[in-house]
């Protein structure tokens, strides 16, 4: 008896081909595209995870904060470690946002939404470094702008910035048939 496998829509033609040849290959009807629209939502909102690989191959996820500002991402980052040496190897990143989440046991289910961005990451200076520096601090620590400001000028010798300019989005979300 073969196995069913529920797909994405989006598999290449090929790796369906083979695919089929050894299972019965449906559509997962659950999981359905976001609008873009609720990707711009969920993007700024969430907390996020920023993928790069080393030079040997070896991929690299690390959390991080973020802010999404005119269709792109920035963080802030040491002088030196593996984030950076990844990016500066090779500067195509790709970036994950996972929005609300609810467990639902009775379903043996998730629901959730999540987005991942694709782009190629920089180091930026000047006034897009500055502005994307007061945006953490916006972001992350609204009650404490001014002493926000005193902090950037502090470690402003320690900290690059980075941006991610988003090449491609997609998202999609999986709600209980029940709600």
Known sequence: MRRRIFITRRLPPEARRILEARFDVEENPENRPLPPGRLAEIVPRFDGILSTVDVQGQPYGVPLNYVFHDGCLYFHCALEGQKLDNLLANRRVSFCVVGPT????????TEYESVIAFG?????QGDERHCALVRLVEKYSPDFIEEGHKYIERHDSRTLVVKIHIRSMTGKAKQSPKM
């Open 102 to 109: 609810r467990v639902l046991p009775e379903e043996f289910n």
């Open 120 to 124: 190629e990451a920089s180091v930026v």
